[in-house]
């Protein structure tokens, strides 16, 4: 019951694809290019004021890497599962290898980041986290992604992001 409403969710998303050219272009932007201009806006962050927010940027980035190439690594070796154009005819705007799809990477690298900056600063946080949910919803649109494989990694990298702030606050 759960994968066909993850089924559902992820045609109710992927079947906008391919009717504009300009949605294309956006997800496509979103899923692909906006994390760099995200991590870049969290590197502004030292050139403001290097002194203030140097342990925030440090904390974020390793609350990132944690998420994704430790914690979203092992969670893969364990519950192995395909993408979305691997078994079915989907709408894929990008090329993307054949490698496990649950918990998204990317979900739980921005989330995490999202969370630590949310606990430093609020507003700013709430936009980091805005970001983060376009990007994983642009994974869905561009067929990509199940959204349980975003919702695993939203999850994921929530619960990095508040374990390197529990850990380091100590």
């Not at 045609?11 to 692909?32: C, E, P, S, T």
């Amino acid at each position: 019951m759960l994968n066909n409403i993850d089924f559902y969710i992820f045609q109710q998303i992927n079947n906008w694809a391919g009717q504009w050219a300009w949605i294309d272009m956006l997800g496509i932007f979103f899923a692909k290019y906006f994390g760099y201009i995200l991590v870049f806006c969290l590197f502004l962050f030292l050139i403001k004021n290097s002194k203030k927010y140097w342990q925030m940027v440090w904390q974020a980035i390793f609350a990132g890497i944690i998420s994704r190439l430790v914690f979203t690594e092992i969670i893969r070796w364990i519950f192995p599962k395909s993408r979305p154009f691997i078994e079915n005819n989907v709408n894929l705007l990008l090329n993307h290898t054949n490698s496990s799809a649950f918990p998204s990477g990317h979900a739980a690298f921005y989330f995490a980041i999202s969370s630590v900056i949310y606990f430093y600063n609020k507003k700013i946080g709430i936009l980091f986290f805005t970001a983060s949910f376009l990007i994983c919803l642009a994974r869905v649109f561009c067929g990509i992604h199940w959204p349980l494989d975003i919702l695993a990694g939203v999850l994921l990298g929530i619960f990095s992001g508040w374990l390197i702030i529990k850990i380091f606050k100590k």
